[in-house]
């Protein structure tokens, strides 16, 4: 995730970036239900405060005052959280759950995109310099003070040393140089940037972590610090800042949350929030449990698939639930395929050279595209509640390519591509010019049932190119190994969430050194793909554009080369519906964070 000009410029760009995002705070879709309640005409509270209460810096929030007490009760599926580190997430659940420990400097305001200072009180810009002023008399869970010197840790020794996940130092760097930091007194720290660097200021939103309680586990090295907060953590021994703190976690059961009493905001009394004694997260196995315990009331929110919308939209009337439509998805669901030449420390390959031939080659995966029915994806596994999707942007991006119009299936297409390649069917089935039968697996994680069925669908499909699929759901940590470690894959199903704001979030995903840089990891500069080093180059350009206008065009061709080349292969855009139960209150959804994003506000109306 990572030339001086004067400030009046910088201050420009944020206004024009900014008034991007207000334009399509929340985009208008076609979807299979009507918005129920529209969430255009939801009425919002202002924005929230700075306030100086005992020497100390709260945020004051502007939303109705609730009532203090109850649980919310969610659910996440699969095995559970894999660490509580918020520098070593790489999974959606871990992180969501990290998320509420631990803060960043800034955050991103739910409703116009705009970045709003968090753990900051506030912060300037100055040429090439971001001015980050802490609040005064916030404290960790242990009471230690929160100070600059957290935050000089939290970069210098996790951050720009690559420990943990390193998406954030690979976003981060510009021509090769990381960002400096200068302290300036405890509460007033200086970042400082090579060159104008448009995404900077989006990414402090990194979460800041104590350095009394990291420090002695970062110093023992990397394989130390990756253990360390591991889903066996004694709940008290944890030092976090966010509005909830880790209380009980049992293994593929629950994982439980309370209040922080001492968090830093505050209601329109004056009163500490959170609201809510506690949140509860329980651990299913799949979505169709998750349906049965929503409906036994075992469970407050859910997040419907398109099977069940209908179902639930006509329920809603005489329900204790209220359903919202918040557009397409901010993340994407793709086919990636391997390009990984696949070499052991020797060398050698230790998998089928023969399939590299395949996966390498661009008509090949052209073919697949062709092959791919995402319209009867749709229908029959989204039920209508989603778009096909053609795009790495996803369909709310306000850096969305909308000449990209995508394809039908066309197996006839398909075939003449296939055909140009010396590719040949004996008996209906494939054989590749050496006369090699065209067979290899594709991975999903298992339990997650969107996912099981693309893949047999995706497998019907290639079997009318006469291709043999062998689809083999996996238990997720087993399948990250694969993806990171051993590359021993040949096609996956997978999803990764975006920002739809910012397009230099996936730099660690699209540039060759990236270490999400799936179909091609670990790749040397001297063996890219051309198109490789054209999606280095972009995201270095775009990075160092100020302006929407100026990013646009570069942003536009990554999305245009991956749609020629095919590396990963995008299939459709789901319609975010969510049902909460009527009793909570200071529910403000938004297409940018969903219903959920404001945790700290929500209360139960006994």
Known sequence: MKNTIKLILLLFVLGVLLKCCIKQDIPDVHTAIPKTPNINSISYPDNEKNIILNGTDYIQSQAPVGKFGGNLIISTIGEGPKTFNPCNTKDATSSSMAGL????????????????????????????????????????????PITVDDVLYTYNEIVFKGLGNPSTMDSMMIDGKLPELNKIDDYTVVFKTAKPFAPFLRLLSYPIVPKHYFKPYSDKGASAFDSFLNPNTNPNDIVSSGAFKLKEHIAAQRVVFERNPNYYKLNLKNEKLPYLNNIIYLIVGDTNNEILKFEAREIDAISLKGSNVARYKEKEANSDFTIYNLGPDTGTLFLAINLNNRKDLNGKYYVNKTKQKWFRNKNFRQAIDYAIDRKSMVQNIAFGVAEPLFTAESLNSIYLNRNIKGHQKDISKAKEIL?????????????????????????????????EALGVMIKQDLEELGIKVNFKPIEFNSLVNKLTNTHDWDMVIMGLTGSPLEPHDGKNVWTSGGSLHLFNMGVDKNNRFEWEEELDNIFEKGA?????????????????????????IYLYSPTRITAIRKKFKNIYPTSLNGILYNLDEVYIDK
């Open 101 to 144: 420990l631990y803060d960043g400097l800034v955050t991103t305001d739910s409703r116009t995109g705009k970045v709003i200072p968090l753990l900051a009180k506030s912060f300037e810009i100055k040429n090439n310099d971001i001015i980050i002023h802490l609040r005064k008399g916030i404290k960790w869970t242990d009471g230690h």
């Open 544 to 568: 160092l554009k100020l302006s929407f206008e100026e990013r646009k065009p570069l942003y536009d061709r990554y999305q245009e080369i991956i749609y020629e080349e095919n590396p990963i």
């Open 419 to 451: 055909s140009k390649e010396g590719f040949k069917y004996k008996h209906n089935k494939l054989y590749d010019k050496l006369g090699n039968y065209v067979e290899f697996d594709l991975y999903t994680n298992a339990g997650n049932l969107e996912r």
